[in-house]
Nanobody, 123 residues
Framework: QVQLVESGGGLVQAGGSLRLSCAAS????????MGWFRQAPGKEREFVAG???????VYSDSVKDRFTISREDAKNTMYLQMNSLKPEDTAVYYC?????????????????WGQGTQVTVSS
């Protein structure tokens, strides 16, 4: 069983920055793609960013050029650096593990989820 634990969420003013972390259990972290999704109140869960086993990244249009996804396999950890935050970025952010070596993009790519961390951006 894989456990994913997010941290780093919080309250920040518009224009500010936050860095989310996702720590994964197990010894196979490096062999899987990973990603971040988010869900705002009353909305469906949506893709934010993904990173493949080899480090290839993909972003949603809404966060491209503002967010950066990365991974540190030696620490079984994935990150999401969020800059120039906007009120519309407010959501619960979820760490996700892909079912293969490719980056997560669709919900059907995900086989494990973290519990989520709240990000609130005030205007």
């Amino acid at each position: 069983q894989v456990q994913l634990v997010e941290s780093g969420g919080g309250l920040v003013q518009a224009g500010g920055s936050l860095r989310l972390s996702c720590a994964a259990s197990g010894r196979t972290f490096s062999t899987y793609g990973m990603g971040w999704f988010r869900q705002a109140p009353g909305k469906e869960r949506e893709f934010v960013a993904g990173i493949s086993r080899s480090g290839v990244t993909v972003y949603s249009d809404s966060v491209k050029d503002r967010f950066t996804i990365s991974r540190e396999d030696a620490k079984n950890t994935m990150y999401l650096q969020m800059n120039s935050l906007k009120p519309e970025d407010t959501a619960v952010y979820y760490c996700a593990r892909s079912s293969g070596s490719y980056a997560t993009y669709y919900l059907r790519h995900v086989d494990y989820w973290g519990q989520g961390t709240q990000v609130t951006v005030s205007s």
